[in-house]
């Protein structure tokens, strides 16, 4: 990359960062965060969606992404519904981009509760292997006493 290309990439990755939305018509830096990448850290996608969330302050954030987590995978949920019982074709591409709307609200509250998505995404898995550290097992999901679920 040029000096041109490198200055507006830092620059693109500053706003990201702050959650500043960034024109990238006349950006230099073909490397865009704002662009679609290659592939995403858990935190990398995080920092991108945040550039459109309309606010940042910590009490929109999750006020928002528990209201947009309810409406997502209620979105999801009517479509297996609609294809389970009322005849519709099962639409992949559909479902996939529902997933990606649920991530985005995964993603802005994890932000308003100040939690990065990797450290989310590791206490899970985490969790999911001090509770079935040989896999899952339907005898210990059914006798299972955990102190948090």
Excluded at 16 to 40: L, N
Excluded at 52 to 78: M, Q
């Amino acid at each position: 990359m040029n000096k041109r290309q490198i200055s507006d990439a830092n620059e693109c990755e500053q706003l990201a960062e702050r959650g500043i939305d960034k024109e990238c018509s006349g950006c230099s830096c073909s490397v865009c965060i704002a662009q679609e990448p290659k592939t995403f850290s858990p935190n990398e996608y995080q920092k991108a969606a945040l550039r459109t969330a309309n606010s940042l302050k910590s009490e929109d954030l999750i006020l928002n992404g528990i209201l947009g987590l309810c409406g997502e995978t209620g979105e999801v949920s009517d479509h297996i519904k609609k294809n389970l019982f009322q005849g519709h074709e099962f639409d992949v591409d559909k479902v996939v981009n529902e997933l990606g709307d649920v991530c985005w609200y995964i993603a802005i509250l994890a932000k308003g509760l100040n939690v990065d998505l990797e450290t989310v995404m590791k206490r899970n898995v985490e969790k999911l292997i001090k509770r079935y550290p040989d896999g899952f097992a339907a005898e210990k999901s059914i006798h299972r006493r955990d102190e948090h679920d």
